[in-house]
């Protein structure tokens, strides 16, 4: 046994082993889990390399061990166990260590641009995460808002898929998947090649995605046909939950003339609202869908009247 190594007492202190190579490895353990590996190390009298390997394989097992994942894309779930473990861990780094990409950052979860490449896959994801949330950076119920997002997505976007009028014009996010660690929560959803209408009222989309969206079967449309997918999708929707924030930076207008709801957390599922409240709940689902219908069609003008002047 080495004779500099500090025998645990019954009340484990870390700061014992401050001078040790693998201090830092047991800062990484639950103070009860660092006790007992500790010990246990000490009883077969592991030499300090021994100890380090030892608490590395205890480490990586906790992480993989918490590695929580649910795929809802028919493609990503036909890779191999090992090719989705690899795909998720190379995403994780990405996300921590790789400031560039950013798409946005809203109240509970920023979003960042993400290549995927596995196997034959290679396509573009949008990652929204919330990186291991504090009480002070971020409460129970924003966090529960956020990853609970993925499922309406996907509930949306199922119930949509089955309806007999499903329209082109007006959609969700194809969501992917669902991962959770001890490190971070993030989903990875249908990247959109577009801007919100925000954008577009500030200016801030250029011409060359205007004139597309000129040029798309939307802008083709009577406003009474327009509306009309907007109220279909809508009561599709709204048969799954209100959405909650609708705004113009949770409109997005893609540059081929698809019109995508973003952003569902702040969403009720509907039977999660109290009943007795029906009035309440049908004058809000109503406000969800004539402001949806007002935002898209001054959008639309503003897209026209800038290439004019433009030309």
Known sequence: MNPERKQTTPDFDIEDYVDTPYYSLLHQLPNTLATRHIKFAEAKQMNEHETMNYLTSIIEARHEAMIQYEISDEQLAKLSNEEKEEFFKQLQSTILNNPDNYLGTGVTAKVKKYQLSAEDLFFDLAIKYIVTPTPTTLTAEQEHNAISEIERLRTIEEAELIHPKRSKYIRVPHPYFFLHTEKIDSYGMEFIDGYTMKQIFKQLAP????????????????EKERNGYIERFFKTMHEICLHGDIKPKN????????IYIIDFGQSKMIHNIPAGNNERIE???SDEIKSTQIIIQIALQKAIEMIRIAD
Do not use: F, T
């Open 283 to 285: 004058n809000l689902k």
């Open 207 to 222: 011409q060359e995605y205007l004139k597309q969206i000129c040029k798309s079967s939307l802008i083709s449309l009577s």
């Open 251 to 258: 409109i997005m207008l893609s540059r081929d003339g698809v």
